[in-house]
């Protein structure tokens, strides 16, 4: 089976632009998270989708948002880019959201 | 204050030595999982527990739901073992995972 990926692996934005991006969980995987790190923050939970539902969101402003499609693939999207947005940005697919999660190798987003 | 506390934040350690990282947690869970990071960030789940103890080649984790702690033991450690690991947690209401800040490993020959 093919792993989790993401689309793009690097990015440079620019503040007060926005960004999109995607990730393709391993087939049959319903449930897909997506998760920020940072060096000062370390990995933090953004929002989880299974079957098209956001079932969780984690701490983050309205900004950051997602969404699922009937495939099970997913997109975040970040509005009005700050310097702080400047993360690795990881996806991770598991089938029902409670077992093992495979992680994409992320999408590194620079914003200058 | 970290639902997640893992020590040590940093260890070297020489090859072949027994090696143990710790994890303390203090909320209701559904699993625990160990993650290894290398350079680049890719990150691969090495188990996820929810009672007892699992090993997997020279990895070992436990876990303690009464006393909300866990271990990873790596046997025999070796020089490809460097890597930051990380512990996370799933709270037993939602899908979330909450990370600790994670342990670097560094095994020199």
């Known amino acids: 089976k093919a792993g989790v990926t993401q689309t793009p692996r690097y990015l440079i934005k620019t503040r007060g632009q926005q960004v999109t991006l995607s990730c393709s969980p391993i087939s049959g995987h319903r449930s897909v998270s997506w998760y920020q790190q940072t060096p000062g923050q370390g990995l933090q939970f953004l929002f989880e989708?299974?079957?098209?539902?956001?079932?969780n969101k984690g701490n983050f402003p309205g900004r950051f948002s997602g969404r699922q499609f009937s495939n099970s693939r997913s997109e975040m999207n970040v509005s009005t880019l700050e310097l702080g947005d400047s993360a690795l940005y990881l996806c991770?697919?598991?089938?029902?959201?409670?077992?093992?999660?495979?992680f994409g190798p992320g999408t590194r987003l620079l914003v200058l | 204050k970290n639902e997640v506390e893992q020590s040590p934040q940093n260890l070297t350690a020489q090859e072949g030595e027994f090696i143990t990282i710790n994890c303390s947690y203090s909320v209701g869970i559904s699993a625990l999982h160990w993650l290894q990071q290398h350079p680049g960030g890719g990150i691969v789940s090495l188990f996820m527990l929810s009672s007892g103890k699992k090993k997997h080649g020279r990895l070992i984790a436990t876990i303690n739901i009464q006393e909300k702690h866990s271990s990873l033991h790596i046997t025999a450690s070796h020089p490809r073992d460097s890597a930051v690991y990380i512990c996370?947690?799933?709270?037993?209401?939602?899908?979330?995972?909450?990370f600790g800040k994670g342990t670097s490993l560094l095994v020199t020959p």
């Open positions: 991770a697919s598991s089938g029902t959201g409670k077992e093992t999660q495979y």
């Open positions: 989708y299974f079957s098209e539902t956001q079932r």
């Open positions: 996370a947690v799933m709270e037993d209401s939602g899908y979330a995972l909450n």
